[in-house]
Each structure stands twice: as structure tokens, then as C-alpha cells.
């Protein structure tokens, strides 16, 4: 029987946790957080010291590797971070701050943060525009949960708005939006897709004008096109399918797994289902090296208690 990635010695001694992480966040050099010198530090190891714990050489200042990182001024084990990490980055639909803080053994409201630092973790911003020449992005909104204070009516106007843009074969970017209207939805797809990519979206009219900025613009009538159509001239899917396949978990996850989502909050979630999808074993990501890209990503996200709320 294969052994439980658990077994690790990352994520049952604290040392070899803090070695992980220190390997991978300062894998070109031991960078000292106060005064920015590479490797003009030492270890301090005497027996009042804490583990991980170095001397600044240039500047004489103590430092730890979660300085300006998610684990800075928290109290939890760093092996415990690299569980909480790894759980989230291999489960499909998310994992609860109930189910955290059970497995843990934290408080909820400790693991409930956990699970927000780590998905301000998993938030890359990406910068880079999506879709080259030949590649389709598809863009798609949905409506999920329930604005504050908003009452329920027909026609979803009380539900919190998300657009996405999904490259088929590749990444997904989420944005929560204020609605599925031209002002939101346009500044979004102008800034996040290359002007060279086909742009595939429903027939809905914020789409129509926005459409021409692109190589190309197919769409599909949901009503009337269920499965999508092939287009006799070129051969190209129209369909968007893939958007909705990332809706179709991203729902069974906010739904099943997470429940309630604050608006406020609703980003951080996103940036989560964009995370796993865009790491994803068909890409050639596994959950280790999924895990170990969320780590990567938890340095200059400091998350007080009192900024996330
Ligand atoms: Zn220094």
C-alpha cells in the first residue's frame, strides 16, 4: 500500500516544516525581510530560540521565514499551515473551516481565517493577457448566493454576480461583479484577453459590441443551441462548455462545501476555484505540486483579522 502523503515529516515536525518552507520560499538565497541582504545570515540555535529563527549580519535583526508572509503573527504550527495547504489545494469542491478545524484540532474561528489567508494564497492576479492567436476563452457569468441585505425576487437580482473567463485547455480567471451588465463585464474581458484570441459567449447583448475588439467572436443561443454547434465553415466548437463545467464545481463547492459566502468575501473564494482549476492535473499539476504553488504564493499577502473583515 502507498504511504498517506501525510507521513511526510514536513507535516508532523516542526523543524522539517519549517525547513519545507524555507526551502521553497528563499530558493534563491536566504532574503533577510528587514533590511533585503541575500545570505548574510546565520541561525540562531541556542536552546531559548525559537525554530527557524535567524540573525540579520548587515542589519542585526532576528527574523523568521513567515515574516511578511499569511503565517506571520499567527500562533498555528507551521506543519498544521502545510495540512490546512495541502487539504485545500487537493480537494476538488474546497474544505470547510468546520472540517479545518476538526482535523486540526484549532479553534473554527483560527481555521476559518486559515482558510482565507490561504486562499489570498492562491490569488495570483494574473496579469498576463489570456488567449493567444488560435486559442478560445470562453466568458460566462453566474449568479450565486445572496447580496446582504438584499431581498429575495424573481429574476436573481438579490444574488451576488460572477463573470469568468475560461481558455479552453488552460487557465480560468473569476471576478465578482456587480452585475451582468456592459460596465462590468467589458473593462474586465478588454484587460484580461489578448486581442488575438476567438472570444466564445453566449448571445447575451453585452457581449455584442465588445465581440468586434477581438480575432474573432463566436456565440451560442442556450435556448436554442443546448450542446452548442460546429461551424460548417471552420470547424470550431461553439459551445461553452468548459465555462460550465468550472460553474458546475465551483456551485457543488460554494454550496455543498462553503454554504454561506459574505460578499465581501466572495473574491477570495473565486480566486480559489480559479486556483485549483488553473493547477490542475490535466495541466500537469499534481496535488503536491499544487500545494507547493500555493506556498509560493504566501509571501507579501499579510491577512489581519481585521483587514478580511
Ligand atoms: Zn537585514
Redesign the pocket.
Given at each position: 500500500m502507498s504511504k498517506s502523503i501525510f507521513t511526510a515529516p514536513h507535516f508532523n515536525d516542526e523543524a522539517a516544516a519549517f525547513a519545507y518552507v524555507e526551502a521553497r520560499l528563499w530558493a534563491n538565497g536566504r532574503v533577510?525581510p528587514?533590511?533585503?541582504?541575500v545570505d548574510r545570515?546565520g541561525p540562531l540555535s541556542g536552546k531559548d530560540d525559537r525554530i527557524g529563527l535567524y540573525k540579520?549580519y548587515?542589519?542585526r535583526?532576528k527574523f523568521t521565514v513567515k515574516v511578511g508572509t499569511i503565517f506571520e503573527d499567527s500562533h498555528v504550527a507551521m506543519r498544521d499551515w502545510l495540512v490546512a495547504i495541502q487539504l485545500i489545494c487537493s480537494s476538488k469542491k474546497g474544505i470547510s473551516a468546520n472540517q479545518l478545524h476538526r482535523t486540526l484540532s484549532v479553534t473554527l474561528k483560527t481555521a476559518w481565517f486559515m482558510g482565507h489567508r490561504i486562499r489570498e494564497a492562491m490569488r495570483d492576479g494574473g496579469l498576463e493577457p489570456m488567449g493567444g492567436e488560435g486559442q478560445t476563452v470562453e466568458a460566462d457569468e453566474t449568479f450565486i448566493g445572496r447580496k446582504q441585505g438584499e431581498p429575495v425576487r424573481a429574476g436573481g437580482h438579490h444574488k451576488m454576480a460572477v463573470l469568468t473567463l475560461v481558455e479552453r485547455g488552460g487557465s480560468a480567471r473569476s471576478f465578482h461583479i456587480d452585475g451582468a451588465t456592459v460596465a462590468s463585464i467589458a473593462p474586465l474581458v478588454r484587460d484580461n484577453l489578448a486581442r488575438e484570441a476567438h472570444l466564445m459567449t453566449d448571445e447575451a447583448a453585452h457581449y455584442t459590441r465588445l465581440g468586434r475588439e477581438f480575432a474573432d467572436h463566436s456565440t451560442v443561443d442556450h435556448g436554442r443551441d443546448e450542446y452548442g454547434y460546429i461551424d460548417r465553415k471552420t470547424g470550431f466548437n461553439a459551445n461553452t462548455n468548459t465555462a460550465e463545467g468550472y460553474y458546475s464545481i465551483f456551485k457543488r463547492g460554494m454550496k455543498g462545501v462553503y454554504q454561506h459566502c459574505q460578499e465581501k468575501h466572495l473574491h477570495r473564494y473565486l480566486a480559489e476555484f480559479d486556483f485549483r482549476y488553473s493547477n490542475r492535473v490535466k495541466l500537469g499539476v499534481d496535488d503536491v505540486a499544487r500545494a507547493d504553488r500555493a506556498l509560493k504564493g504566501v509571501v507579501g499577502k499579510r491577512l489581519t483579522y481585521q483587514t478580511i473583515n
Amino acid at each position: 500500500m502507498s504511504k498517506s502523503i501525510f507521513t511526510a515529516p514536513h507535516f508532523n515536525d516542526e523543524a522539517a516544516a519549517f525547513a519545507y518552507v524555507e526551502a521553497r520560499l528563499w530558493a534563491n538565497g536566504r532574503v533577510c525581510p528587514k533590511c533585503g541582504v541575500v545570505d548574510r545570515s546565520g541561525p540562531l540555535s541556542g536552546k531559548d530560540d525559537r525554530i527557524g529563527l535567524y540573525k540579520c549580519y548587515a542589519c542585526r535583526k532576528k527574523f523568521t521565514v513567515k515574516v511578511g508572509t499569511i503565517f506571520e503573527d499567527s500562533h498555528v504550527a507551521m506543519r498544521d499551515w502545510l495540512v490546512a495547504i495541502q487539504l485545500i489545494c487537493s480537494s476538488k469542491k474546497g474544505i470547510s473551516a468546520n472540517q479545518l478545524h476538526r482535523t486540526l484540532s484549532v479553534t473554527l474561528k483560527t481555521a476559518w481565517f486559515m482558510g482565507h489567508r490561504i486562499r489570498e494564497a492562491m490569488r495570483d492576479g494574473g496579469l498576463e493577457p489570456m488567449g493567444g492567436e488560435g486559442q478560445t476563452v470562453e466568458a460566462d457569468e453566474t449568479f450565486i448566493g445572496r447580496k446582504q441585505g438584499e431581498p429575495v425576487r424573481a429574476g436573481g437580482h438579490h444574488k451576488m454576480a460572477v463573470l469568468t473567463l475560461v481558455e479552453r485547455g488552460g487557465s480560468a480567471r473569476s471576478f465578482h461583479i456587480d452585475g451582468a451588465t456592459v460596465a462590468s463585464i467589458a473593462p474586465l474581458v478588454r484587460d484580461n484577453l489578448a486581442r488575438e484570441a476567438h472570444l466564445m459567449t453566449d448571445e447575451a447583448a453585452h457581449y455584442t459590441r465588445l465581440g468586434r475588439e477581438f480575432a474573432d467572436h463566436s456565440t451560442v443561443d442556450h435556448g436554442r443551441d443546448e450542446y452548442g454547434y460546429i461551424d460548417r465553415k471552420t470547424g470550431f466548437n461553439a459551445n461553452t462548455n468548459t465555462a460550465e463545467g468550472y460553474y458546475s464545481i465551483f456551485k457543488r463547492g460554494m454550496k455543498g462545501v462553503y454554504q454561506h459566502c459574505q460578499e465581501k468575501h466572495l473574491h477570495r473564494y473565486l480566486a480559489e476555484f480559479d486556483f485549483r482549476y488553473s493547477n490542475r492535473v490535466k495541466l500537469g499539476v499534481d496535488d503536491v505540486a499544487r500545494a507547493d504553488r500555493a506556498l509560493k504564493g504566501v509571501v507579501g499577502k499579510r491577512l489581519t483579522y481585521q483587514t478580511i473583515n
